[in-house]
């Protein structure tokens, strides 16, 4: 029958069943290219998108940045990769117009009264701060190659202590997904949500609930800003591939009234979880990262005080974790204490005859302090009570005793302060300087976040020893420091031996500069979690954060003791990183702890630290360009 029909059709018929053809195919093509249709405001149409994940957010045509809807979020592969809120599109219209017509910097510089910019965070920084971010969205490589080349002038635009403005205003500044975000309404999904971050391997994630950002509390999802800062830094100074690395953010809820109040604040405006919900939801959330990658080392960060002692104690023996406020601040005050002995041309070991007097009873201070006694006990000999009675402790209601009507319930805060708190009743309240003049403590400790406690008075007191006093005010931001290093020297004829959480400039006394050391946990994280990560020790034990501290100090040269500097300032940040993983990983070998990476072990067994640092270092990413095509040898472009 084909056969007959095609015998019959005439040249003209055939050319107008052709031309038919051809405006049918049309036809089809132009309504296939309609990429939407509506009918009373409402779309019936779908859009049609190959893609998921983060390719999809990074498709600047079908990107819809924080107006996915729910239902979109999950069958695109996006749960867990944007803030749970949703923005339509004239909300984030709003946010473009607004810096539009006024930049970042301008507007900070309008608000004297933000503590960050009181604390000394020049408005210019936060133009460098945009300037870095912009070049980390577009050139990840270009960016940790600045970053690695000009560390020491860029660590405190991306870290401590700008980044305390970026998470302050994190959700007026969001413009791109980066990292994780997981909250309440996730239960039961995390196992499956993990999977649309995009990386099989991931060798370290930092998380926080956002309840304590840098000493300016509870900053809810903002909090997203510190793990990111933190992971910059482990892959500048540490090494970390920045593809296996992942920031988190665990939106518990706010109990900050001026998040709540803020129409764009893109997190949970509930109260914060409590109790076992808390607990169960950072269970899961341990488990499901677990799962995905065993073999990840996750960083605690800026977790409040009375949940961060026990998500410690409820992990640290099954996780290869640790807690940065805890161990890792106290590990780099130890250093810092270390590297004071080594200015006044003493021993670390020499730590256990010191009297210290501490002022501030809370988390950051019994990390602090439980990392110092338990160097104390274990590396220098001394018993456990021989060790606390070292220590002199105060808060806004005076001395610490063993009278005090409260001590249990401070406990909970400051694990173990019964066993620091002094035996003689008669001192119970006694004020700082009044404890000063009586015990005559060489070491000053500020963790009070009260700024200016140190007054002339309670640091010429300090200096009426023979030896040149140790003040160490380590409160942040700079607002909250107990002193500056100008009011240290001062008050001291020029003989303190100084150290602090915030950045101070060097004091000029008789010609010669004398170093203001910052006392910043920049330099221990890296290197301890490089040496767990990659040596796969199981667990990060006190130890290995000791040996950490120890490992710093080492690197201390004659210059750096010239200045009175506590740390060390004339290495390289990825050579301080090596060092401390090589101690790191060598401590948890000589604990018998299993390890497993068996070339590292291996390495270090047949070379020993040379051979181990060698293996640490070609390990380490470097940022340059590579290759992308393969061209054979002798060709060129």
Request: aromatic share 8%; hydrophobic share 40%; glycine share 8%.
């Amino acid at each position: 029958m084909a056969n007959i029909m095609a015998n019959n059709i005439t040249p003209v018929m055939s050319k107008n069943l052709l031309k038919n053809a051809s405006m049918a195919s049309i036809a089809s093509e132009q309504k296939r290219s309609i990429t939407s249709k509506m009918m009373g405001g409402q779309f019936l149409k779908a859009e049609i998108v190959r893609k998921k994940g983060k390719n999809l957010l990074s498709d600047p045509l079908f990107n819809k940045g924080l107006g996915f809807p729910r239902s979109e979020r999950d069958r695109l592969g996006i749960r867990g990769l944007l803030p749970s809120q949703i923005l339509a599109v004239g909300g984030q219209e709003d946010n473009i117009m607004a810096e539009y017509r006024q930049g970042w910097a301008t507007r900070a510089a309008e608000e004297p009264d933000d503590e960050i910019i009181k604390s000394g965070v020049n408005p210019d920084n936060i133009r460098k701060w945009k300037v870095l971010q912009s070049v980390q969205d577009r050139n990840e490589t270009l960016f940790y190659r600045l970053l690695m080349d000009n560390f020491t002038e860029m660590a405190p635009i991306i870290y401590t202590p700008t980044v305390g403005w970026a998470c302050s205003h994190f959700s007026h500044l969001y413009r791109r997904s980066r990292g994780m975000y997981f909250c309440r309404y996730d239960r039961n999904e995390m196992a499956s949500m993990v999977y649309n971050w995009d990386s099989d391997e991931v060798d370290a994630v930092v998380v926080t609930d956002g309840s304590r950002v840098l000493g300016l509390g509870d900053l809810g999802l903002g909090g997203l800003g510190i793990s990111i800062g933190k992971l910059d830094l482990y892959v500048a100074a540490g090494g970390f591939h920045p593809r296996r690395v992942l920031p988190v953010v665990i939106d518990v809820g706010t109990n900050n009234p001026k998040l709540r109040a803020d129409p764009r604040y893109l997190g949970d405006r509930e109260d914060r979880l409590e109790g076992d919900e808390y607990y169960e939801l950072i269970d899961e959330f341990m488990a499901a990262i677990k799962l995905r990658w065993p073999r990840a080392l996750i960083q605690f960060e800026d977790f409040q005080s009375k949940h961060a002692v026990h998500l410690l104690a409820r992990y640290k023996k099954e996780y290869l974790m640790f807690n940065d406020d805890i161990q890792g601040t106290a590990a780099t005050v130890l250093a810092g204490l270390y590297g004071a002995m080594k200015v006044r041309g003493l021993e670390p070991a020499d730590l256990k005859d010191q009297t210290i007097m501490v002022a501030g009873a809370g988390s950051a201070g019994s990390g602090v302090l439980l990392t110092i006694r338990n160097a104390i006990n274990r590396r220098h000999g001394l018993s456990k009570e021989e060790a606390s009675k070292r220590f002199y402790i105060v808060d806004h209601n005076g001395l610490i005793s063993k009278s005090r009507s409260n001590l249990a319930e401070m406990e909970e805060q400051f694990y173990d302060l019964s066993s620091f708190a002094v035996d003689d009743p008669a001192m119970e309240g006694m004020s700082l300087i009044d404890t000063i003049r009586k015990v005559k403590p060489n070491i000053l400790i500020g963790l009070s976040a009260c700024g200016g406690l140190f007054n002339e008075d309670v640091l010429k007191a300090m200096n009426e020893n023979e030896a040149p006093p140790i003040i160490f005010p380590l409160s942040n931001p700079t607002s909250r420091s107990e002193c500056t290093a100008d009011q240290a020297q001062a008050a001291t004829g020029g003989r303190a031996i100084f150290a602090s959480g915030s950045p101070f400039p060097d004091v000029e006394i008789n010609g010669k500069m004398v170093a203001s050391s910052q006392c910043n946990n920049r330099y221990i994280f890296p290197g301890l979690a490089l040496g767990a990560a990659l040596g796969q020790t199981g667990v990060v034990t006190n130890a290995m954060i000791n040996r950490a501290a120890e490992a710093l100090v080492e690197l201390i040269d004659e210059k750096d003791l010239a200045r009175r500097a506590t740390f060390p300032e004339n290495v390289e940040i990825r050579e301080i990183g090596a060092h401390l993983a090589a101690k790191v990983f060598e401590q948890a070998v000589q604990e018998n702890l299993k390890i497993g990476n068996k070339v590292m072990l291996e390495a270090y067994n047949h070379g020993g630290l040379e051979e181990l640092k060698a293996y640490i270092y070609s390990k380490m990413w470097y940022p340059n360009y590579r290759p992308l095509v393969h061209l054979p040898p002798g060709k060129g472009e």
